[in-house]
């Protein structure tokens, strides 16, 4: 039996089965059943045969194959997570050999705003401009979804409809089951099938509420912020939250009688980034306007953020946002996993529900309850 140098074989106070060849180095993940495996473990053939067809159906961009290939990804199922990993292997082995080949580097756009900006008809507009022009685009979507059951309430394919038929474009409503800002753990990897399948510019719609703003900004090249033409007290806490990380902002709906506002919200935006330090070395926000109605600005909004593209290739800051980037979400697959595993393990389960009552009814503190809580599911040497 080998034997992990850093794993103690009481943790979790469990007896943990190790399995796995006696030579060469092997790398070890804690499974559903709380069991070290092999990372490594090989596919049977069927399996095989799973992984080759959906790699070929997305080199041959075929829309069923990438929409089955992010249902692989989006699985709990251990057997499907290591079909993904393998699919996931070879589509990253793809888009390396792409980038090494001719620096084709795909276009990671994401998208943020309060309710009522007209995200849905803005990536619509600009989605249809786009693939006239012959570009081929992905939109991952991100819905508004509950904490219990994690089921959505609205799917962008019923507000993208026109977008939705066009052959050069790929929706993907996506659930976030009460994740932070919206945006899922299999967001990452459903970006990387899209490029894989040839969506060179890929789209991410967050709800634009809480720390969502965050959460993408993490994953994509662009932070763009779509508002609406008035003011406000929540457009107001904007101009610190958002601003802060966005590349770009957009002033929607300048049509009609909005445009007066519109100019002016334009404005005090300008202003407003000449106080800010930039995200970025090569960059300097800016703020433009458009009309989504009216499809006015469009061009130009476009030609901004081509420029922004070629800037961060230029200057070599997109390759080294995306290092970066990795490491971020390597760390969110651990913090996802440990918590995965806290909540599934017995003890908890047996313990979680009083320990939140405790709390709810001023019994204890949210703090001690977690101290509780953590000394069942770790021992004590390990805190």
Not at 144 to 170: C, V, W
Request: with cysteine; glycine share 8%; net charge positive.
């Amino acid at each position: 039996m080998m034997r992990l140098p850093f794993l103690e074989t009481r943790f979790l106070n469990r007896q943990y089965v190790l399995r796995g060849r006696s030579s060469g180095a092997s790398i070890y993940t804690l499974s559903k059943s709380f069991q070290i495996v092999q990372a490594t473990q090989e596919l049977d053939s069927r399996e095989e045969n799973v992984v080759d067809t959906l790699y070929n159906g997305l080199l041959s961009s075929n829309r069923a194959c990438l929409a089955q290939s992010i249902t692989l990804t989006e699985s709990t199922h251990p057997r499907k997570r290591l079909q993904a990993r393998s699919l996931l292997k070879k589509a990253l082995q793809h888009c390396k050999q792409c980038q090494e080949k001719d620096n084709s580097y795909s276009f990671r756009i994401g998208l943020s705003g309060p309710p009522g900006a007209g995200k849905s008809t803005f990536l619509e507009n600009m989605g249809k401009f786009l693939t006239t022009r012959g570009e081929k685009i992905a939109v991952l979507a991100v819905d508004p979804s509950s904490t219990t059951n994690g089921g959505s309430l609205m799917g962008d394919k019923t507000r993208m409809q026109e977008l939705s038929r066009d052959m050069n474009a790929f929706i993907r409503p996506s659930p976030t089951s009460g994740h932070l800002g919206g945006v899922t753990r299999s967001t990452n990897e459903a970006i990387i099938m899209c490029e894989t399948a040839g969506y060179k510019t890929v789209f991410i719609e967050t709800v634009g509420v809480g720390q969502s703003e965050y959460a993408v900004a993490d994953m994509v090249d662009m932070f763009v912020v779509l508002i609406p033409p008035a003011g406000g007290d929540e457009l107001q806490g904007l101009k610190r939250g958002i601003m802060e990380h966005s590349h770009l902002v957009v002033v929607n709906k300048a049509d009609g009688d909005l445009m007066e506002a519109a100019m002016r919200m334009q404005y005090e935006y300008t202003s407003s980034l000449k106080f800010m330090r930039p995200i970025s070395p090569n960059w300097r926000p800016k703020v433009m306007k458009v009309s989504s109605l009216t499809k006015e600005g469009l061009p130009e909004l476009w030609s901004v953020m081509q420029e922004f593209h070629e800037t961060m290739l230029r200057t070599g800051e997109l390759v080294e946002t995306r290092r970066k980037q990795q490491r971020v979400w390597m760390w969110n697959y651990i913090t996802q996993h440990i918590m995965q595993v806290f909540r599934e393990d017995p003890r908890i389960k047996d313990n979680i529900c009083r320990m939140e009552s405790n709390v709810e009814q001023g019994y204890m503190t949210a703090g001690e309850a977690a101290e509780i809580l953590l000394h069942h599911f770790v021992p004590n040497s390990m805190l």
